[in-house]
C-alpha cells in the first residue's frame, strides 16, 4: 500500500511540476482560457449604459473579458494612429464620422453585412458605410429643434428660430460644440448653403444674435432654460431628455427642413488576431433589445428596423421609416475638412 500511494505522489508531483514550468513559460495560463476584448467608450452616463446594454450582458454571453478604455472620438482616432504599427483596440468606437477617416487610412477593417445576423434588419442608412471599409451606425443622436412647452408654441420647422413669437427667447451654441456645429450647418442649409457656401448660414445667425444667448455647452444650455427664460434652442434630442430628467418642460421637434444627426458607429480594428469576436461585439451592438435600451436609457434614435419602443419613447426618439426618412447627414470628411475654418468665422461674428 504504501508503495502505490508513493508513486501516487511522484505522479502529482511531476504532473504539478510541468503545469508550474508550463505556466512559467506562457505555454498555459489560468487567464489564456478566457478571451479578451479591448474597446473604447466615452465615459460619464454613457459609459455606465453601455456597460449595462452591451458590455457586461456580451462578457457574460460569451465567457469573455471586455476592458473599457475611455477615448472621446478624437482622441480615439489619435489612439489608432498612433498604435498603427501594433493596435491595441480591438473596437472603436466614433461618434463625429472619424469612421471616414479611419477607413480611408486602413485603421479599420472592413466588415461584410452577411457577416452580422442583424444587418439584414438595419435601416440602409446604418449599413451604407460598410462597402467603403467603415463600421455600422448603431445609434444616432438627432439635432432638432428644443422649446419650452409652458411658454411658446411648438415650432415646426428650423425657419421658426426667426418667428418674433421667440424673439429675445433663442439659445444658439458655439461652434466648438459638435451639436452647435450640426445645428449651424442645417440653418446654413435652410438658408441655401452647402459646405462650400456658408454665407447665407452667417448672414442668418447675424439677424439673431442680437436677440438671442449663444452657449458652448451643455450646463449652459440647462442654465438658460431653467433661469433664463430660453424658448427655443437647436440642439441634441437626447439632451432634451437630460433637461426633462431635470424637471424642466423641454420637448423636441424634428425640424420639417430635416435632421441632421450624429451617428454612432462601432469599428473593427485593423490587424488584430481575434477579429470574429470582434465581430459578434459589433453586432451584438446592433441588436433590437440593445437598440430599444439606449432608446429608453438615454434616447438615442435605433438604427434597427425591428426595434420595439413603446409609445412614450418612440414620440422622443427619431423611429420609423418616415422620420428616419428626414435624417440628413453632412460629409463627415469635409465637415473636419472645414470645421477650424467655420469656428474661427463664428467667433469673430459673436464677438462683434
Avoid at 448653403?193 to 439677424?207: E, H, M, Q, R, S
Avoid at 427664460?229 to 440642439?235: G, L, N
Avoid at 423636441?252 to 462601432?266: N, S
Avoid at 480594428?269 to 470574429?276: C, E, I, S
Amino acid at each position: 500500500m504504501s508503495k502505490i500511494v508513493a508513486t501516487r505522489r511522484v505522479v502529482l508531483n511531476v504532473g504539478l511540476g510541468l503545469t508550474m514550468a508550463l505556466a512559467v513559460s506562457g505555454v498555459i495560463s489560468p487567464a489564456a482560457a478566457r478571451e479578451k476584448l479591448v474597446i473604447n467608450s466615452y465615459g460619464g452616463a454613457y459609459e455606465q449604459i453601455h456597460r449595462k446594454l452591451v458590455i457586461e450582458p456580451f462578457s457574460k454571453k460569451y465567457d469573455v473579458d471586455v476592458q473599457v478604455i475611455t477615448a472621446y472620438s478624437a482622441d480615439a482616432l489619435a489612439q489608432l494612429r498612433a498604435q498603427k504599427a501594433a493596435p491595441q483596440f480591438d473596437v472603436i468606437h466614433f461618434s463625429g464620422g472619424q469612421e471616414v477617416v479611419a477607413a480611408r487610412e486602413g485603421l479599420i477593417a472592413p466588415i461584410k453585412p452577411d457577416e452580422l445576423t442583424n444587418a439584414k434588419d438595419l435601416y440602409p442608412f446604418a449599413i451604407e458605410g460598410l462597402s467603403r471599409g467603415e463600421g455600422p451606425v448603431h445609434a444616432v443622436a438627432a439635432i432638432g429643434l428644443l422649446y419650452n412647452k409652458e411658454k411658446a408654441k411648438k415650432p415646426e420647422k428650423w425657419a421658426d428660430l426667426w418667428n418674433a413669437d421667440y424673439k429675445d427667447h433663442v439659445v444658439l451654441t458655439d461652434l466648438s460644440n459638435s451639436y452647435g456645429l450640426l445645428g449651424f450647418l442645417m440653418i446654413n442649409k435652410v438658408k441655401g448653403g452647402d459646405l462650400t457656401k456658408v454665407d447665407p448660414g452667417f448672414d442668418a445667425v447675424k439677424t439673431l444674435l442680437d436677440s438671442a444667448v449663444v452657449v458652448a455647452t451643455s450646463p449652459e444650455m440647462q442654465q438658460n432654460f431653467a433661469q433664463n427664460d430660453a424658448w427655443i434652442a437647436p440642439y441634441a434630442q437626447d439632451y432634451a431628455y437630460t433637461l426633462r430628467k431635470a424637471g424642466l418642460p423641454i420637448e423636441f421637434v424634428q425640424g420639417a427642413e430635416g435632421t441632421p444627426a450624429v451617428y454612432l458607429t462601432a469599428n473593427l480594428v485593423a490587424n488584430r488576431p481575434n477579429q470574429d469576436l470582434a465581430k459578434k461585439f459589433i453586432d451584438f451592438s446592433l441588436s433590437a433589445e440593445v437598440q430599444a435600451g439606449w432608446a429608453q436609457e438615454l434616447r438615442y434614435s435605433p438604427t434597427n428596423k425591428a426595434t420595439k419602443l413603446d409609445e412614450t419613447v418612440s414620440k422622443e426618439v427619431v423611429y420609423g421609416p418616415d422620420a428616419v426618412a428626414g435624417l440628413v447627414r453632412f460629409d463627415p470628411v469635409a465637415v473636419d475638412a472645414n470645421r477650424a475654418a467655420l469656428v474661427e468665422r463664428w467667433k469673430k461674428l459673436i464677438a462683434k
